[in-house]
């Protein structure tokens, strides 16, 4: 069987979607199956390679104009086309007649299109491409959701459920505890990082709430000496400028799109991990978190509440103060915090195996390449 895996454009900002692509492509490898992953090629792009603006056009000359041409050639010497991002869905009818699956890690963008999250709001030519990427999934022969939330999601979007399926995510690398010899040897170029610290891993987007983080951690560091540790996104003026007003501009340090190296041994030597969300489709950072032995603390959002059920405190968005008190508590107790890593090992452990996903993949391949 010969799997086309169809990844995403190098300039369109999705980098944890890139990520995920390849560590697909490497459990398909290492499994013995056929498998290739194309992605639009930039060529006009490189004239200005960014997602805004004029770079942003130049991409779509690439991804829209010259790549089907490329991808239906591909599709016709393939069994299975999986297009691993759903924000690619309209490329579900340029691959030859092969059966397609579509990974669909959740539906913000669309619903932000459609008006549903204000945060999210399109421009004109953002719910075009929004509408596309949902006509797209219909014609998607199945469609893989990340999560319970993002299936309902989807099925209320595009009013079916007959071409959808759950299929959990498993870990894009393999989080662990690691000898905190090796977290020193990995963090010894961060020396403002000191040993006391709480994590958030995000950007700057709205609706990831970093500013709730920060509000939550300055509660927190009133009962407990500790350090904020923002690893992700550079801080924007808005933020920098909360962090000012909380009084917490000496105990924040920014590690800037840290290498995945960096983030676990982060992740094995935070106290906790503050991910405190509006919006998410799945939420990878806190189940990293948890492979590595970091408790979690979080929103209880819908997708939040499914992914970490009862291996972590979980408050509403409007808790920040329910919050910061789970952080005290974490920090001060050590038998609490050792109670939520044995619960965290086991919630990875039992859900959220890459061997398990990639053997709901192979099944769902399988069964697809029979019919066609």
């Not at 669909?104 to 299109?113: I, Q, S, Y």
């Not at 014609?139 to 979007?157: G, H, I, K, M």
């Not at 948890?290 to 997708?303: E, H, K, R, W």
């Amino acid at each position: 069987m010969k799997v086309l895996l169809v990844g995403n454009y190098e300039f369109d900002g999705s980098t944890s979607m890139q990520i995920w692509a390849k560590a697909l492509l490497r459990e398909l490898l290492e499994r013995g199956v056929d498998a290739e992953l194309i992605s639009p090629e930039p060529i006009f792009g490189r004239l200005m390679p960014s997602p805004f603006g004029l770079g942003k056009w130049l991409g779509y000359i690439d991804r829209f104009l010259l790549f089907p041409g490329r991808l239906r050639a591909a599709a016709a010497r393939a069994d299975v086309v999986h297009i691993c991002d759903h924000g690619s869905a309209m490329f579900s009818n340029k691959t030859a007649g092969r059966p397609v699956i579509v990974t669909c890690h959740d539906m913000l963008a669309v619903r932000g299109a459609l008006g549903e999250i204000p945060e999210m709001r399109s421009s004109v030519t953002g719910r075009y491409l929004q509408r596309w990427v949902l006509k797209g999934l219909r014609r998607a022969t199945q469609v893989a959701c990340v999560s319970q939330f993002t299936l309902d999601d989807v099925a209320r979007l595009q009013k079916s459920s007959a071409n959808l399926c759950k299929v959990l995510n498993g870990l894009n690398y393999p989080f662990q505890p690691i000898d905190g010899a090796e977290v020193d040897r990995r963090l010894a170029g961060l020396p403002e990082v000191k040993r006391g610290f709480v994590l958030h891993v995000g950007s700057n987007h709205p609706r990831k709430n970093r500013d709730g983080a920060m509000r939550i951690f300055a509660q927190a560091v009133k009962r407990c000496d500790l350090q904020l540790v923002l690893a992700g996104e550079r801080l924007n003026d808005d933020l920098r400028r909360l962090a000012r007003e909380l009084g917490i501009e000496g105990k924040t340090v920014e590690v800037v799109r840290p290498p995945v190296e960096i983030v676990e041994a982060l992740y094995n030597r935070a106290g906790a991990l503050i991910f405190p969300s509006r919006y998410e489709g799945f939420g990878w950072p806190p189940i990293e978190a948890q492979a590595c032995g970091c408790p979690v603390v979080a929103s209880d959002i819908p997708p939040l509440a499914e992914t970490l059920g009862r291996s972590a405190p979980l408050r509403p968005l409007s808790d920040e103060s329910g919050m910061a008190d789970s952080v005290a508590r974490i920090v001060a107790d050590g038998d609490y915090r050792e109670e939520l890593r044995q619960r965290g090992f086991e919630n990875v452990r039992s859900r959220f195996q890459t061997s398990r996903m990639m053997s709901d993949y192979l099944s769902l391949y399988g069964e697809l390449a029979m019919k066609h």
